[in-house]
């Protein structure tokens, strides 16, 4: 096991520095940062409260049930997450690696897995599940808020790889698994 950890560990390490220096310019070093914010709280808490309200307008209260979905998946990956970061205590890359454009963020927390990684992919599920015709593309925008995540040096790439399976798994298992009591 040891092993195969350090040869995860050292890959992780490198495809961190691939995005976060190698791939560093001025165009991403100004889109980052505002794409890292759409897996923050207020951003996801906002849509889920949003979902909640517009879904209690008009004649058809589906939308309600929608609200609860995303609201379900989001609050149970977030704890899911903040017991496994207590468990892992896995430091954030710019305490334990050298030379993290960090872009003046300073985050002292633990890093695995990433909470705005699994925020984003969370939502992106449970909207691709409610709404199918829209393809792939909340995926894509919670993939970039997973790129934003590494490319900002707060959490390695398995950080974001882990989230975004927790949070889509939450959004499958909310849908699909946990009877909801619509109100």
């Given at each position: 096991?040891?092993?195969?950890f350090?040869y ?8 961190f520095y ?29 849509l ?19 609200g ?10 977030h704890l ?6 207590k ?5 954030r ?7 993290v ?14 909470g ?7 939502i ?5 599940l ?5 393809g ?24 974001v790889?882990?989230g ?20």
């Amino acid at each position: 096991m040891g092993k195969a950890f350090r040869y995860i560990q050292r890959g992780d390490i490198a495809v961190f520095y691939m995005i976060n220096d190698r791939a560093k310019c001025r165009a991403l070093d100004l889109i980052m940062p505002a794409v890292t914010h759409l897996g923050g709280a207020v951003v996801s808490i906002g849509l889920a409260a949003a979902a909640l309200m517009l879904g209690r307008t008009g004649e058809l209260n589906y939308g309600w049930n929608y609200g609860w979905n995303i609201s379900i998946s989001l609050a149970f990956s977030h704890l899911l997450i903040h017991c496994i970061k207590k468990i892992v205590n896995r430091p954030r890359p710019n305490i334990s690696l050298s030379k993290v454009n960090t872009f003046d963020i300073s985050l002292y927390d633990y890093s695995f897995p990433s909470g705005h990684t699994t925020a984003a992919f969370s939502i992106a599920a449970s909207i691709s599940l409610i709404f199918p015709q829209l393809g792939i593309y909340p995926f894509v925008l919670a993939g970039l808020v997973g790129m934003s995540r590494i490319y900002l040096g707060v959490h390695y790439p398995t950080d974001v790889l882990i989230g975004a399976l927790i949070g889509t798994a939450s959004a499958f298992y909310t849908n699909y698994f946990l009877p909801i009591i619509y109100l």
